[in-house]
């Protein structure tokens, strides 16, 4: 099956610790305007952990009606009202006659499985009518689940019609249920373990588009995705492998392998703080350093948002598309994630002519 080169950025939308929509989140992320804090939750040593949180005041002020089912809880309903901000705010800029294919990215832990709030359904409610129940698929791989989305987006969209599809997730790691298990492997940050990770809470999801022509335009240029590269790592955090970085590697290889692209320009990374992840992020640039810049820059926003899990890539390529518009320096970027067990993801975003689009 041939695939499509290239998809085009239609519309974002995104709610963070630091802001209730792209604007404000990417204006905090670019000005380092910190969303960490003290939290409720304790670690092993009975310590406060320090997490990033959407203010709750915000939640009061989100027109929707929640169907809550019998299990039901805070992080719940936190998740499926962040996901219903962000997908009408990417969608906002245009309309549909018809529900479009939503493609969502899940946490790693399937620990919700029965019994829950059926959160596509209610985003079928309230989003109508660009979401319905029959056309969503979920990828349950953490970080990197939104590059899976990506790329089965790049395979669907050759062999269907569609105008649009969306692409993301909302994550929160709000529950003991997420937090006792990095807690027992001495995995969150604390006043005693600054080798730990702020567990966060965010959406962010993606409208794109095979046609350049209803893409979304700012000062003459549209954001292009090229295809993404996804490899797997056999040394991953659950596995007794050895740890090489191998996985990443191969995906920074599979997503830079276009003679054509411009040399990148900044790195958007996944790493949360801890030191695990520098190891392989170190092999997958040597070993691709050909394809960047000189003055090539790493940003890593959980510095800002904490790990925001299951809504990292969709939010890290939101925020890479936002540099791209405005700077005018920048031509491409690379974005990549990595999951706690083997999924890594990366994908090369161009800042494109408007007029190129028709030649």
């Known amino acids: 099956m041939k695939t499509r080169e290239k998809l085009y950025i239609a519309g974002t939308g995104m709610i963070s610790s630091v802001g209730g929509d792209v604007a404000m989140t990417s204006a905090a992320v670019n000005a380092g305007i910190s969303g960490y804090g003290i939290s409720?939750?304790?670690?092993?040593?009975?310590?406060?952990?320090?997490?990033?949180?959407?203010?709750?005041?915000?939640f009061s002020t989100i027109d929707v009606e929640i169907k809550k089912s019998r299990r039901f809880n805070k992080r719940h309903d936190r998740v499926t009202k962040m996901a219903i901000v962000a997908i009408r705010e990417a969608?906002?800029?245009?309309?549909?006659?018809?529900?479009?294919?939503?493609?969502?990215?899940?946490p790693e832990e399937q620990v919700d499985e029965e019994g829950l709030s059926p959160l596509i359904n209610n985003l079928e409610h309230n989003c109508t009518p660009w979401i319905s129940n029959k056309l969503c698929r979920s990828f349950f791989s953490g970080r990197a689940a939104g590059m899976d989305g990506i790329d089965f987006a790049f395979r669907y969209l050759s062999d269907h019609p569609d105008k649009f599809i969306l692409v993301g997730g909302s994550d929160s790691y709000l529950d003991y249920s997420r937090i006792d298990p990095l807690a027992q492997d001495?995995?969150?940050?604390?006043?005693?373990?600054m080798d730990g990770f702020a567990p966060g809470e965010a959406a962010s999801f993606l409208l794109l588009t095979p046609h350049p022509d209803i893409a979304m335009q700012r000062n003459g240029h549209i954001v292009a995705l090229n295809y993404p590269g996804v490899a797997n790592e056999v040394g991953h955090l659950h596995s007794e492998v050895p740890y090489r970085g191998e996985g990443l590697a191969q995906a920074f290889k599979q997503a830079l392998n276009k003679q054509t692209q411009p040399k990148i320009h900044s790195i958007y990374s996944s790493m949360n703080g801890e030191s695990h992840w520098a190891k392989e992020y170190g092999v997958a640039f040597i070993r691709n350093k050909q394809d960047f810049l000189d003055t090539v820059t790493t940003e890593h926003p959980a510095d800002i948002l904490g790990d925001i899990g299951s809504a990292t890539s969709s939010m890290l390529i939101a925020l890479a598309a936002e540099d791209l518009y405005r700077n005018d320096s920048a031509r491409a970027h690379l974005v990549y994630s990595s999951s706690d067990a083997a999924r890594r993801g990366a994908i090369v975003l161009e800042k494109v002519v408007v007029t190129e689009t028709h030649s």
């Not at 529900?99 to 899940?106: D, E, F, I, Q």
């Not at 001495?186 to 373990?193: C, M």
């Open 40 to 58: 409720e939750f304790n670690g092993v040593n009975n310590e406060s952990v320090t997490m990033t949180r959407v203010p709750d005041s915000f």
């Open 186 to 193: 001495d995995r969150l940050l604390s006043e005693s373990n």
């Open 91 to 106: 969608c906002a800029l245009h309309t549909t006659a018809q529900s479009v294919p939503l493609l969502l990215a899940m």
